[in-house]
């Protein structure tokens, strides 16, 4: 089993940064690709960012240059590096730890809210 602990969320004003961190335990951390996903109220959750084992990362276009995905195998944690915030950036945003293969599994952290409100 993976257990993933979100933090760092909270409010910011529009133009505003935050920096989300998640922390994994269980399982082996540097097999597994890592994700960030958000989800607002009456919307579908959405991926932000994801980070595959050998450090590539990739965006959708709703993030791309503002938002940076990064990971540390050592302290086994993923962070989100968020600037430039707007609005429509507010979100409860969910760490993923994802593992492929012949034996796919998906592993979600709690949450943690992301208000971005002058």
């Known amino acids: 089993q993976v257990q993933l602990v979100e933090s760092g969320g909270g409010l910011v004003q529009p133009g505003g940064s935050l920096r989300l961190s998640c922390a994994a335990s269980?399982?082996?951390?540097?097999?597994?690709?890592m994700g960030w996903y958000r989800q607002a109220p009456g919307k579908q959750r959405e991926l932000v960012a994801v980070v595959a084992s050998d450090d590539r990362a990739d965006y959708p276009d709703s993030v791309k240059g503002r938002f940076t995905i990064s990971r540390d195998n050592n302290k086994r944690t993923v962070d989100l590096q968020m600037k430039s915030l707007k609005p429509e950036d507010t979100a409860v945003y969910y760490c993923?730890?994802?593992?492929?293969?012949?034996?796919?599994?998906?592993?979600w952290g709690q949450g943690t809210q992301v208000t971005v409100s002058s």
């Open positions: 269980g399982g082996i951390f540097s097999i597994y690709a």
């Open positions: 993923n730890a994802h593992r492929g293969g012949n034996w796919p599994r998906d592993y």
